[in-house]
């Protein structure tokens, strides 16, 4: 049995940096910021780190995640547009064999048509939609969980 790293990050992809500020009713009024406060303390509580990182550029998000290979227990990742066409990043999660969790704050589903498809979300080990900023949390637990029974 492999001992966990018990260190998870969290990546963010387009836009998210306005998360907060950007559409307000679709999104909520909760930043990054908050989200990083919410996992930190969950994080906290179960004696991880946890880190955190943004970028509006694939390619950032993509050398970030090739950094973290093997140095982690898994990525919660919201990687916003990214979602619907990133084959780039996905062949990063498969290439790196980093555990995922996929968190979006609002329900995708009830939104346009091109929005339903992810790239991420059939090699996740969770997908966590609509729980706002709280499905961070939930996909961080998920990764913890899938962490502490390898």
Do not use: W
Not at 7 to 33: F, Q
Not at 47 to 69: K, P, T
């Amino acid at each position: 049995m492999q001992e966990p790293h018990r260190r998870i990050v969290v990546l963010n992809g387009p836009n998210l940096n306005l998360l907060g500020t950007r559409e307000p009713d679709l999104y909520g009024a909760e930043s990054l910021a908050d989200v990083e406060k919410l996992v930190r303390a969950r994080a906290d509580e179960a004696g991880y780190r946890v880190d955190f990182f943004q970028s509006n550029h694939e390619g950032a998000l993509i050398d970030r995640l090739h950094d973290e290979r093997g140095q982690c227990d898994g990525v919660v990742i919201n990687p916003g547009g990214l979602t619907h066409v990133s084959i780039a990043l996905r062949d990063a999660f498969l290439a790196t064999q980093t555990p995922l969790a996929e968190v979006h704050v609002s329900n995708v589903h009830k939104r346009e048509p091109f929005r339903h498809h992810s790239y991420f979300s059939d090699i996740a080990e969770a997908v966590f939609i609509g729980a706002g900023i709280h499905g961070y949390v939930y996909g961080f637990d998920a990764l913890r969980r899938v962490a502490e029974r390898a």
